[in-house]
């Protein structure tokens, strides 16, 4: 009997330290990705509550902050920009639990409901003093307006990073949605399980290949980036897993736009992010005074995410991409009455379900290849009225698509951001 009061103590004991185990791992451990995880609609805020703004590396505001006053105690979100950055900023509606990209993923942040912004000393335990974050993106408004622009009516997504830091520029998909307008679209209409159309630039995995078997730039770019097919770890939600293609390599707009990054960074890719800091503001003064702003939490960090080329190997695909630019004649505008080379590859897409009879074309655009400090990746999808593609790599209109969008960073970013790397 003994023994086995014994073997009942242990094994409730064991049970016990289990249970433990696991609820301080979901409480504290993986409570930020359980907080953050797009189908978690308990981690929303309530709505007319204060809120920060999403501001782009620009200073364009991309959504105004909310700040409660007698007139309207219930503020409504809004986004002067409709869609044109509805797949990255998200939506934030009355409807409860309508919430995605950023105003999902940094909830906590934009709310002040996270602790460092919350409290900024000790003494706002014992006082009423709200504070909310803002989002200052990495997103530039120029180049998300010139890529936008340059895809013109084609569906497809237009990426553009910063190869040595990971900073997304330009993030642009086409079809988009308007974000003020989310309560009313349709319960049929075609989007994901987070509300969002499948077009995204990072949510969506299309089969890419070469455009010619001679093409052996753009064969080694996409089995280097076959490698790293999963997620790129970028600060939005929902973004996929790798998964299988009829034809081609899977991919999403993003990944590619990584492979060629981390060719342009000597093969090491880094990791993506749209946010690169979050401001504080003080929404309501504890003396009763004006709001005013109180300082900023520490800037994103650059972070490797791994190498998906040797050194050597990734210097001499830039350089045969760099002769394949010059093959196709493609170089940047004069700049100084000095034109800039580019990098390119490129190729092509097909639609399993038009039996192959429709293709779409994709490209990259490194540029310059000597000093890299603008990476393009552009898919335009298939088209029933026009054959986006052409035969020869870097000859599709993807690339001239590329070159149109780098063209305008260097430019935008030279005169707008002299001290950001």
């Known amino acids: 009997m003994n023994r086995r009061i014994t073997r009942?103590?242990?094994?409730?004991?064991?049970?016990?330290?289990?249970?433990?185990?696991?609820?301080?791992?979901?409480?504290?451990?993986?409570?930020?990705?359980?907080?953050?995880?797009?189908?978690?609609?308990?981690?929303?805020?309530?709505?007319?509550a204060p809120r920060g703004a999403i501001v782009s590396a620009d200073g364009e505001t991309i959504a105004p902050a909310l700040i409660p006053t007698e007139a309207e105690p219930r503020p409504t979100r809004t986004y002067p920009h409709g869609p044109l950055y509805a797949h990255t900023a998200g939506y934030f509606a009355l409807t409860p639990g309508v919430v995605g990209g950023l105003e999902r993923h940094y909830n906590a942040e934009l709310s002040g409901s996270a602790t460092d912004i919350a409290i900024d000393e000790l003494a706002d335990l014992f006082r009423d003093a709200h504070r909310v974050g803002d989002l200052n993106l990495t997103l530039h408004h120029g180049v998300q307006l010139t890529a936008r622009a340059a895809l013109g009516?084609?569906?497809?997504?237009?990426?553009?990073?910063?190869?040595?830091t990971g900073e997304i520029l330009a993030l642009w998909s086409r079809p988009s949605f308007d974000p003020n307008k989310v309560e009313t679209w349709a319960p049929d209409s075609p989007t994901t399980n987070s509300g969002m159309p499948p077009a995204s630039a990072y949510r969506r995995h299309y089969g890419l290949a070469g455009a010619t078997t001679s093409d052996a730039a753009s064969a080694d770019l996409l089995a280097g980036a076959s490698r790293a097919s999963g997620r790129t770890g970028i600060d939005l939600p929902g973004e996929p897993d790798a998964v299988a293609a009829s034809a081609?390599?899977?991919?999403?707009?993003?990944?590619?736009?990584?492979?060629?990054?981390?060719?342009?960074?000597?093969?090491?890719?880094?990791?993506?992010?749209?946010?690169?800091?979050?401001?504080?503001?003080?929404?309501?003064?504890?003396?009763?005074?004006?709001?005013?702003?109180?300082?900023?939490?520490?800037?994103?960090?650059?972070?490797?995410?791994?190498?998906?080329f040797e050194t050597d190997d990734a210097s001499e695909l830039l350089a045969r991409m760099a002769a394949q630019a010059?093959?196709?004649s493609i170089s940047l505008a004069p700049a100084d009455g000095v034109e800039i080379p580019a990098a390119i590859a490129a190729g092509l897409l097909s639609d399993p379900a038009a039996g192959g009879t429709r293709t779409g074309s994709w490209a990259v655009l490194v540029a310059p290849p000597d000093a890299p400090t603008v990476v393009v990746a552009v898919v335009i999808e298939p088209d029933t009225t026009l054959d986006v593609a052409e035969p020869q790599g870097g000859g599709t209109l993807a690339a001239m698509i590329a070159a149109t969008a780098a063209e305008a960073t260097l430019a935008l970013?030279?005169?707008?951001?002299?001290?950001?790397?």
């Open 8 to 48: 009942l103590t242990v094994g409730l004991a064991v049970a016990f330290a289990v249970l433990m185990v696991q609820l301080t791992n979901l409480g504290y451990f993986s409570a930020e990705q359980l907080r953050r995880h797009e189908l978690n609609q308990r981690a929303v805020t309530a709505f007319g």
């Open 153 to 164: 009516d084609w569906d497809g997504s237009v990426v553009v990073v910063v190869p040595t």
């Open 248 to 308: 081609g390599v899977p991919l999403t707009p993003l990944q590619l736009a990584m492979a060629a990054a981390s060719v342009a960074n000597g093969g090491v890719r880094m990791r993506p992010y749209v946010v690169h800091s979050v401001g504080v503001r003080t929404t309501m003064h504890p003396d009763g005074g004006e709001p005013a702003g109180t300082g900023a939490l520490p800037a994103t960090m650059p972070q490797a995410a791994g190498r998906l």
């Open 326 to 328: 010059r093959q196709a």
């Open 413 to 421: 970013r030279a005169v707008s951001d002299p001290d950001r790397p």
